[in-house]
């Protein structure tokens, strides 16, 4: 669809949609890039303010996918006022200003349409230096590439919305997508990192391949080194599994070496996630230090793949 529109050329222009990276890009001047952004997400937990702060964690992770920091943000609200109250949308805003608070962030106002399906999210605009941007088409050959959170959001969020998910397993998934990625972008930006992209709805085999295609490289993704959250290999063994999870791995499948792996596998890889971590690649020199960094935050994080010649291919080992 993107590709009917006109292309926009324009020297400031340093990302836009043809790369479909995170967020856009727009140049200042020398020394000041702006990063623009919006998501919003249908609720993924019962809690309104616990809603408010994983639909923010999750809109504000995009300027922290390009390297940038965010400044402002606008509430983006779908609302069903005739079944749902005033005060449980206070509540999700509330949730939100606790992300901005924590993040160093200002929502300064926003835009509400009645919705039968409630919806919330953010339009973000954040600052990066021009020269270094993390963008998807970063990726080089020879390159480790990090994952700063575990997978399976899709998986539990499912488990959730079908009552089957272990308190423990839900705490677990909450915690993960409130934690902020700006930790992860500071590392990553000190690495030495030139490409990134984070985890979210195509899950880490569609973000992945598509930063592969951007980049015109391949990787090998050892499937062992990949963290899951604890309780999501149970409960998809039971059958949990989010449809946009296979939506994710037939989009992949034609670039996807699966060696041998089970389906169950590759679909945990292509498991939909929401606020998941940052993906980014880095030289042999940086990695233990960065992992260093990363743990020290209190994230945790692993090296899953190379980077390889190649045009997109992805292949497990």
């Known amino acids: 669809m993107v590709r009917q529109l006109t292309p926009i050329d324009n020297p400031n222009l340093l990302v836009g949609a043809a790369t479909g990276d995170d967020a856009a890009v727009w140049r200042l001047d020398d020394e000041r890039a702006l990063v623009v952004t919006a998501d919003f997400i249908t609720p993924v937990v019962d809690e309104a303010r616990l809603w408010g702060q994983v639909a923010a964690a999750n809109a504000v992770s995009d300027v922290y996918a390009m390297g940038g920091r965010p400044l402002l943000a606008l509430n983006l609200v779908c609302w069903n006022t005739e079944e749902l109250s005033n005060?449980?949308?206070?509540?999700?805003l509330l949730g939100a200003q606790d992300i901005a608070q924590q993040a160093g962030f200002v929502i300064a106002g926003g835009h509400t349409v009645d919705d039968p399906e409630p919806k919330f999210g953010l339009a973000v605009v954040g600052e990066a230096h021009p020269d270094h941007l993390l963008t998807n088409a970063g990726f080089k050959v020879g390159q480790?590439?990090?994952?700063?959170?575990?997978?399976?959001?899709?998986?539990?969020?499912t488990a959730i919305k079908a009552g089957t998910a272990p308190p423990e397993v839900v705490d677990a998934a909450m915690a993960s997508m409130v934690?902020?990625?700006a930790d992860a972008a500071t590392v990553a930006l000190a690495a030495g990192a030139t490409g990134a992209t984070d985890i979210t709805g195509f899950g880490l085999l569609g973000h992945l391949g598509r930063a592969l295609e951007e980049s015109q490289v391949a990787a090998e993704i050892d499937v062992a080194a990949v963290p899951m959250l604890d309780g999501t290999r149970?409960?998809?063994?039971?059958g949990?599994?989010?449809?946009?999870?296979?939506r994710n791995l037939t989009w992949v499948?034609?670039?996807?070496?699966?060696?041998?792996?089970s389906d169950l596998e590759v679909l945990l890889l292509a498991d939909a996630q929401t606020s998941g971590g940052l993906l980014f690649g880095v030289e042999d020199a940086a990695v233990s230090e960065a992992l260093s960094d990363l743990e020290d935050s209190g994230h945790r994080a692993a090296v899953i793949g190379t980077v390889v010649e190649g045009l997109g291919q992805i292949a497990l080992r």
């Not at 005060?87 to 999700?92: G, M, N, P, Q, R």
């Not at 149970?234 to 039971?238: G, I, R, T």
């Open 87 to 92: 005060d449980l949308l206070a509540e999700v």
């Open 144 to 157: 480790k590439l990090i994952l700063s959170k575990p997978l399976g959001i899709g998986v539990i969020t």
């Open 179 to 181: 934690r902020l990625n």
């Open 234 to 238: 149970v409960l998809a063994e039971a």
């Open 240 to 246: 949990t599994m989010p449809d946009g999870s296979r």
């Open 253 to 261: 499948e034609n670039r996807l070496d699966r060696g041998g792996f």
